[in-house]
């Protein structure tokens, strides 16, 4: 209660200095809420990811990398700077934190990541009206993140369904279901790398496309974490 608690506080603070959500609403209450809502989430989505030894700090590795080039390709290049700084922290981290790992990341590490990772699609301008055919560039976070929240709703909802409080940890993350189904843990979390990277790799494509490619993209994102999820159901068992 009092970290979610502080959470929201530091989202609020956020949001109070100009790190705003709007998603083409001008409404500020609806814009406070969707910004701490989603810090929040992010936050907590990367913190549950820290599960096994180079899980988060690979998958936050990949998520920067793919914020900083599409942040890149549209010349913002401070957002690119920003997210490349937190890249190279995480890519000399990680080395001794695959692994057998020798440093772990901790409540603060993994909430840093987070934050950061909500933060950085929060201050870069993904649909400009003037190159984008669509709005669904706004999607473009989404896909980037959608490993460690897809993972967090999960992981939740299976929880609230056994009767479990949310917070309480357990095996039931993607990562542990893997190793059910027989592969070592370093191979479990390689894997779980690979699945982020294509996911976000189709996000630039929002930026520039049609309606029809667009829908593409989604629709194959949605067939990828539909694989994820049966992969999650065979190792669950």
Sequence with gaps: G?????????????????????LFIPNA?????????????????????????????GVGLVCALLFAFIAGVQQQYFVCALALALAGALLGF??????????????????????????????????????????????????VLAVPLFDMALVSWQRLRRGQGIAVGDTSHISHRLVRLGLPDSWAVTLIYLITLPLGLGAPVLLWSTMTAALVVIVQAICILATVTLLERLGGK
């Design 2 to 22: 009092p970290k979610l608690l502080g959470q929201f506080l530091i989202a609020a603070l956020g949001w109070a200095a100009g790190i705003r959500i709007t």
């Design 29 to 57: 209450f609806v814009s406070f809420l969707l910004t701490t809502v989603w810090i929040v989430a992010v936050t907590n989505a990367l913190n549950y990811l820290d599960n096994m030894d180079g899980l988060c700090a």
């Design 94 to 143: 990680l080395p001794h934190n695959f692994k057998p790992a020798t440093i772990f990341l901790g409540a603060a590490g993994s909430h840093f990541i987070g934050y950061m990772l909500a933060v950085l699609p929060i201050i870069t301008t993904f649909y400009r009206e003037e190159t984008a055919p669509t709005h669904l560039p706004v999607l473009i976070p989404l896909l």
